[in-house]
């Protein structure tokens, strides 16, 4: 099924929609018909963010989010395809806009603890009720580890949560955080999802 520029399996019980569910906690017409601009606006993060000794820098836009759902939700189709929690990785960070104060991931998840040679890699943080993810490629650890794609990154989940029964919505929210091969807009996600 082609979505946008995005290919999603047509089988598997995938649910691709254009329109939001309306089971979901969220109006996405009403409320987020704008772009989402600043990280005080609403629960859904749009950057992931490294603390240096004077500084913090963003680093990579948020790509995903689920709603209705928890962290652990969110990696369960993941590790059951054998994706390791607690990968080698660099601490980041969101803005949890209720404190202000920048809080490390509720929960990560790789193809891989090294990617040696590369890997699918995300990062979550649950902040209201909302779980905001960074889904990226990586490149391989040597001779410096890059993010490959961000794009590859996030469609690639994309097709693996559609195939394990998780509604789909395709680039519904404006974060206005374009960078590399990102558009800036993020997918959403909820959970159908049972084991």
Known sequence: ??????????????????????GAKINFENEWNEPITTEYATPVAR????????????????????????????????????WVTQPKEYIRFAVDRETGQYIRPTST???????????????????EGIVSIQAHEDTGARPKHRVASYN????????????????????IINLANSQADHDGTATVLKTDYTK
């Not at 590859?152 to 680039?171: C, N, Q």
Request: aromatic share 8%; proline share 6%.
């Open 1 to 22: 099924m082609l979505v946008g520029s995005k290919i999603l399996p047509e089988s598997s019980g995938a649910s691709i929609k254009d329109q939001p569910s309306t």
């Open 47 to 82: 950057y992931q963010y490294k603390k240096g000794p004077n500084s913090v820098t963003s680093t990579a836009p948020i790509n995903m989010i689920a709603v209705n759902t928890s962290s652990e939700e969110v990696l369960s189709p993941l590790i059951d395809r054998g």
């Open 152 to 171: 590859r990154g996030h469609v690639t989940l994309e097709k693996i949560y559609a195939a394990t029964g998780w509604t789909v919505l395709p680039d």
């Open 109 to 127: 998840a790789a193809e891989t603890y090294y990617g040696t040679s590369g890997r699918l890699h995300v990062r979550c943080w649950e902040l």
